[in-house]
């Protein structure tokens, strides 16, 4: 099976535009999530998506949105960044069953750098 | 607030020698665990995890960790440590038994393996 795939891999946006990441889950995975990581903050969960619904969402402001679409993959968007937002954006998925069911596979991120 | 906690930002250890890399919570209820390793400009990839039951579960490339309940600890173990294994290790919690799927992470741990 392929993994998690997410594009672009690299970004350099400047502050006050916008940008749209894009995660490609496992075949079969219908659990997509997405998580920013940056030296100083670590690892933050954003949100979770499932059958094109948002399930869960963490405590980042409005700004940060996201979507899931029928062949489940994902997309999230950052609108007006700020210098702050510059990091390495993780997706994650799993399967909705089974054993896997609590494991995800993380894809190897999106590196966002906002000047 | 539900935290993981890993108290050591680095770790060395010499090629062959065993190694372990400490975590607790703070988490209501039975938590799942999780330990994640993360490589240079690379996504997190899933080692080993807890869910119930034997409190040693053993993972990926030889790794294994010990539940202990008492002191809300999760610890990776493994018993010689290689060169290769030089990398940033990041224990995770599942709260509420995985009703969600809102990962908290700890801050990390950078595991440095000398030959």
């Known amino acids: 099976k392929a993994g998690v795939t997410q594009t672009p891999r690299y970004l350099i946006k400047t502050r006050g535009q916008q940008v749209t990441l894009s995660c490609s889950p496992i075949?079969?995975?219908?659990?997509v999530s997405w998580y920013q990581q940056t030296p100083g903050q670590g690892l933050q969960f954003l949100f979770e998506?499932?059958?094109?619904?948002?399930?869960n969402k963490g405590n980042f402001p409005g700004r940060f949105s996201g979507r899931q679409f029928s062949n489940s993959r994902s997309e999230m968007n950052v609108s007006t960044l700020e210098l702050g937002d510059s990091a390495l954006y993780l997706c994650?998925?799993?399967?909705?069953?089974?054993?896997?069911?609590?494991?995800?596979?993380f894809g190897p991120g999106t590196r966002l750098t906002v000047t | 607030a539900q935290s993981v906690a890993q108290p050591e930002d680095q770790v060395n250890v010499a090629e062959g020698n065993p190694l372990t890399v400490k975590c607790t919570y703070s988490?209501?209820?039975?938590?799942?665990l999780f330990w994640y390793v993360q490589y240079p400009n690379r996504g997190l990839q899933f080692l080993l995890k807890?869910?119930?039951?034997?409190?040693l579960v053993k993972g990926s490339y030889g790794f294994e960790a010990e539940f202990n309940k008492s002191q809300t600890s999760f610890h990776l173990k493994k018993p010689s440590a290689l060169v290769s294994d030089s990398a940033l290790y990041f224990c995770?919690?599942?709260?509420?038994?995985?009703?969600?799927?809102?990962?908290?992470f700890g801050t990390g741990t950078l595991l440095a393996v000398q030959p």
């Open positions: 994650a998925t799993r399967s909705a069953e089974g054993q896997g069911y609590h494991e995800q596979y």
């Open positions: 995770a919690v599942l709260p509420t038994g995985g009703a969600t799927n809102k990962l908290i």
């Open positions: 988490v209501s209820g039975n938590p799942y």
């Open positions: 998506y499932f059958s094109e619904t948002q399930r």
């Open positions: 075949s079969g995975h219908r659990s």
């Open positions: 807890y869910i119930t039951g034997d409190n």
